[in-house]
């Protein structure tokens, strides 16, 4: 939290990158957040950013109040009472950010204005149903030849299940945004 500190270290981590990268993450329901990798050049002409990758299962959930970056703090902080084995799990460059509270200020303003924009239920809701659509033709085919999913029936419920909760999601995410806005 000590500005000249700060300063240096955002020298050298990208902190927009992180700040998009962990809404990105967290609305979306990323399970792997932290289990993953960074890249930066050695001239440091790009800064330590973290990498986008494993959203295979996001929005995997069948329960609303899904796991959240800001349900578990032991996790952003690195607590081993957590349980978890922090030997493969390296949170000191989040750590760093969240330590910092004018940046957690700067966060919960940049994560309003996303969720007003590019994450508006509006905006997700057309970019899923023009993937829905550019798919449905081929899910017959795909069907016949993997088995999986069991019919077009089954196809069209898991849609309106993912649907829903593109639907439902900003409101969990903006009670986790408020408790979150406590902590500070």
């Given at each position: ?9 955002t020298k050298l981590a990208d902190s927009d990158y992180f ?86 200020l700067k966060f919960l303003k940049r994560y309003g204005e ?71």
């Amino acid at each position: 939290n000590n500005k000249e500190n700060f300063e240096e270290y955002t020298k050298l981590a990208d902190s927009d990158y992180f700040m998009d990268y962990i809404i990105a993450q967290t609305f979306f329901y990323c399970s792997a957040t932290y289990s993953q990798k960074f890249a930066h050049t050695t001239d440091n002409s790009l800064k330590w950013r973290p990498l986008y990758y494993d959203f295979d299962l996001s929005f995997n959930s069948t329960s609303g109040n899904w796991f959240g970056f800001f349900q578990h703090d032991q996790y952003i902080r690195g607590l081993t009472e957590s349980g978890l084995d922090l030997r493969i799990t390296d949170t000191s460059l989040y750590n760093a950010f969240m330590r910092n509270t004018e940046w957690k200020l700067k966060f919960l303003k940049r994560y309003g204005e996303v969720l007003n924009s590019t994450l508006s239920t509006e905006n997700l809701l057309a970019v899923f149903d023009g993937l829905v659509a550019s798919m449905k033709d081929e899910m017959p085919r795909t069907i016949k030849r993997w088995g999986s999913p069991s019919s077009m029936d089954r196809w069209n419920d898991s849609i309106a299940e993912l649907r829903e909760r593109i639907k439902s999601r900003r409101k969990y995410i903006i009670a986790q945004l408020k408790d979150f806005n406590n902590q500070l």
